[in-house]
């Protein structure tokens, strides 16, 4: 991994997939699950989880780049827009700084909007891999 | 919600959770379902994925505090040390900052081993939630 280098991903989330996750972690807050409630907030219907969201990370970096026996050290995250089922987006991870010693690497990790490109996750997460950084 | 205010809660996860949330999410990365990978690692046995470690803090701003209708803003996340699973954690959430105005608050969320008191995650979260702040 050099400094430039980087990952692009479409994703999308379905509904069955928040509510599995809602069950899997305890977060039932009604914004993610019922329309009705949803309805009611500035988002008008349900949103994904941010965390849901953020997981398109942990899965880049953990089986894709820079893959297998990646180690999370630390992740920021700013949850800029709502994200919603059934739209793709694209994940941007791409390398600012790598630590051949440390085999340590941070990385900025965005989600984009894929139709329209906006940003709708910003942050920067830290990695270490002994094999590949 | 007042600075200082706080909010605890033990939680684990099993194995099981681990392969649902790998399932889910798509993060395959063996160090978290490959005992005999892991055990090559530094950890020696399978390990939580962080993001999965830190839906707690979802689920507890979620549901609890604040509780129904809490949006994310931010997460800031540090991962001190790993996570393994049927090990009693504690999760803490407390009240740094509120801006009424905005309906937001910043808390330090952290996650402690519950036998030892050591520092698992760390970090800060920024909320905003319409009636409860």
């Known amino acids: 991994m050099e400094p430039g280098d980087n990952y692009q991903l479409e994703f999308r989330f379905t509904q069955n997939q928040v ?16 329309p009705d409630y949803a309805s009611r907030t500035l988002f008008k219907k349900p949103i994904i989880h941010g965390v849901l969201g953020a997981s398109i990370f942990s899965k880049i970096m953990g089986t894709l780049f820079p893959g297998e026996g990646t180690i999370y050290l630390s992740q920021q995250l700013e949850f800029k827009r709502p994200m919603y089922v059934d739209t793709t987006y694209k994940a941007l991870v791409q390398v600012n700084d790598t630590n051949p010693d440390k085999h340590t690497a941070t990385l900025t990790t965005r989600v984009l ?10 942050g920067e997460a830290l990695v270490m891999n002994r094999d590949r950084i």
Do not use: M, Y
């Open 19 to 34: 509510e599995d996750f809602a069950r899997l972690t305890g977060d039932s807050n009604p914004l993610h699950l019922d």
């Open 113 to 122: 909007d894929n139709a329209t490109d906006k940003l709708v996750i910003d």
